[in-house]
């Protein structure tokens, strides 16, 4: 089945302590992306792939680091979580070039919270 | 400022009826737009696109007029069944590095 999986799917931390949320596509898509959603902003986009190796900024990537070493994942790294990076989080994947023009697939969320 | 606005958190409508969901648009460079449906503890899934070029673009029940003059969508649903009931986000196009805006959502809830 293609999908774009996630983990954790829930998660409390402290303030400060490193965390990874993961996640893998198996659609062999090239591009890649890590949106957050709050109540009333809707998704905005942290960082985005392009192809391995490739990353770039998007809307809000204060706070936050990825990394892309294969085609199929692409990790979101907070390496000092504060409480204002509460938010529920998803990735997606594209088969095309990242121009918007290509339906995005999403992962299930990730519903993260810092205190 | 929010480039795309969905200026309605929720709609209610009948089994049946029609669904209308509204976004409106800041930015005249916005070349294409889309629809996304989200259930619970789910992660949001593509329902239909509509370029700029259009003025509608349907696929089955589902239907988006684009107002360019206005700046102003609509995704009709016709008929509206329970398993329409959704978060239903609006998202653009952008102009600049072309990555996708996105409003922030109508939750729609379809009554029996």
């Known amino acids: 089945e293609a999908q774009v999986t996630q983990n954790p799917r829930y998660l409390i931390t402290v303030t400060g302590k490193k965390l990874t949320v993961t996640c893998s596509q198996n659609?062999?898509?090239?591009?890649m992306s890590w949106y957050r959603q709050d109540p009333g902003l809707g998704l905005r986009q942290i960082y985005y792939?392009?192809?391995?190796?490739?990353?770039d900024k998007g809307d809000v990537p204060e706070g936050y680091k990825v990394s892309r070493k294969e085609k199929r994942n692409f990790p979101l790294i907070l390496e000092s979580p504060s409480p204002n990076q509460t938010s529920l989080y998803f990735c997606a994947s594209s088969n095309g070039d990242g121009t918007g023009y290509d339906e995005q697939y999403f992962g299930p969320g990730t519903r993260l919270t810092v205190t | 400022d929010q480039q795309v606005k969905q200026n309605s958190p929720s709609l209610s409508v009948q089994e049946g009826r029609i669904s209308i969901l509204n976004c409106d648009y800041t930015n005249s460079m916005f070349d294409y737009f889309l629809w996304y449906k989200k259930y619970p503890a789910e992660g949001p899934t593509f329902l239909i696109s509509?370029?700029?070029i259009k003025d509608k673009n349907e696929d089955g029940r589902f239907t988006v007029f684009l107002n360019k003059s206005a700046k102003h969508l609509s995704l009709h649903i016709v008929p509206s069944q329970p398993g329409d009931s959704a978060v239903y986000f609006c998202a653009a196009r952008g102009d600049s590095n072309y990555q996708l805006i996105w409003g922030a959502g109508t939750k729609l809830i379809i009554k029996p």
């Open positions: 509509i370029s700029s």
């Open positions: 659609m062999n898509h090239e591009y």
């Open positions: 792939s392009m192809n391995v190796e490739v990353t």
